[in-house]
């Protein structure tokens, strides 16, 4: 089996534990330095560096200790990487991105990406329609999206209907005069259009990384709370919120594109550059996991019709 190759803890390693003993952290640096060939010590010196992170408020935290977190998680990794345990070594990962500092970042960006491409080794990249395991239904909710249009947005006599407009096009032409269009077809050939509503796709390219959720209506409420969890987890979590027994669970506070899109454009659809940048530059789509829509000005609703509307 070959390793995880880490050269920036590497080369930073004794300038990060030189840091971290002026700091007090002598007893982790001496599990640090035997984390490389045991797994206890590198689970050790991993809880050592959690409680650091855990010893008083977020911002008066050392930024080192963040460091020893990821130093930590990286030699845990590598552990569970080399006996083939590649999920393991995910969430261990995970944890490092979530929790760690930025001096080793690309190191368990890196690893990341190798873990990403041994899970997926042999497998079909090919997805059949899998009706069963859509995320939502295909069917357009008109009277529904009607309700989140601004005030006075269809109140135009005459509403254009344009096919696969463009993005300068609905710029130039529509939104700086404030005049409605409807754009239909403009995103029938986006691979995430139906990738990001197939369930088995999406455990596939991320259900094993680990994200924070919050759960619970609102942060007020007795019962909400905030968990860790895999993304598969919180797949099967968010199905289960239409029924009167669960408690809602979000993906909130969390830049989930800057944790896994990396790999999702990399090894599965370039489109989706397109899709982050429309989304980005419109600012316009906000979607939770009970899969409400917010309006920030105008408002960017697409299922099998695109409908775009600037208030008149």
């Known amino acids: 089996m070959d390793e995880l190759l880490t050269p920036i803890m590497d080369e930073e390693s004794p300038r990060l ?16 330095a035997q984390a490389a060939a045991d797994i206890r010590a590198a ?14 408020p977020w ?7 963040r460091d020893a977190y990821s130093m930590a ?7 569970h990487y080399r006996n083939g345990e590649f999920k393991e070594a995910l969430r261990v990962l995970d944890m490092g991105v979530l929790m760690g500092g930025p001096v080793l970042r690309k190191d368990l960006d890196s690893a990341i990406e190798t873990l990403s491409l041994k899970a997926r080794e042999g497998e079909n990249e090919r997805f059949g329609e899998r009706e069963a395991n859509r995320l939502v239904s295909e069917e357009f909710n008109t009277a529904k999206a009607l309700q989140v249009l601004p005030n006075r947005s269809l109140s135009c006599k005459l509403v254009v209907k344009r096919s696969a407009l463009s993005l300068e ?8 005069s404030g005049s409605p269009v409807i754009i239909t077809d403009c995103m029938a050939h986006w691979p995430a259009r139906t990738n990001w509503n197939d369930l088995d796709y999406l455990k596939r390219v991320a259900g094993d990384r680990t994200v924070p959720v919050e759960v619970g209506k609102n942060y007020l409420c007795q019962d909400w709370k905030q968990e860790l969890i895999p993304f598969s987890q919180f797949l099967e979590r968010i199905q289960s919120n239409g029924s009167s027994a669960s408690v809602p669970t979000y993906l909130a506070q969390h830049q989930l594109f800057d944790q896994v899109c990396i790999h999702l454009i990399k090894y599965y659809s370039r489109e989706l550059v397109h899709l982050k940048f429309s989304m980005v530059k419109l600012n316009s789509l906000v979607i939770y996991s009970n899969g409400r829509l917010t309006n920030y000005g105008m408002t960017f609703v697409f299922l099998t019709i695109v409908l775009l509307v600037v208030g008149s």
């Open 43 to 56: 689970e050790a010196a991993r809880d050592l560096a959690w409680e650091q992170l855990h010893s008083g």
């Open 169 to 176: 096009g609905f710029l130039s032409e529509y939104f700086l």
């Open 17 to 32: 534990l030189q840091t971290i003993s002026e700091h007090g952290g002598y007893a982790y640096v001496g599990m640090a």
């Open 59 to 65: 911002h008066s935290v050392l930024p080192v200790w």
């Open 73 to 79: 998680c990286l030699h845990g990794a590598k552990y």
